[in-house]
C-alpha cells in the first residue's frame, strides 16, 4: 500500500479525485503535537511509520 501511496500521491496534503467528494490526504511527516480532525465519515489508512490514532474513546497505537 504504501508503494501505490508514492506513486499516485505525490506530494503532501488533501489531493482531490474525480469522485465527488472523495479525497486522498498525504502526510509524509507530523510534528509530535500535530493532531488532524475528520468530522465527516472517514476511512483512514495508516500505511507506515509509527501510529497513535484516536477514534472516539479507541486508542490505536504501534
Do not use: C
Not at 509530535?32 to 474513546?57: C, E, M, R
Amino acid at each position: 500500500m504504501a508503494r501505490l501511496i508514492n506513486e499516485y500521491a505525490l506530494s503532501d496534503g488533501v489531493l482531490n479525485q474525480s469522485i465527488s467528494r472523495l479525497t486522498i490526504n498525504r502526510y509524509a511527516q507530523t510534528d509530535t503535537n500535530w493532531i488532524k480532525v475528520f468530522y465527516l465519515p472517514s476511512v483512514l489508512f495508516v500505511a507506515q511509520g509509527v501510529k497513535d490514532v484516536h477514534a472516539g474513546a479507541e486508542n490505536i497505537s504501534s
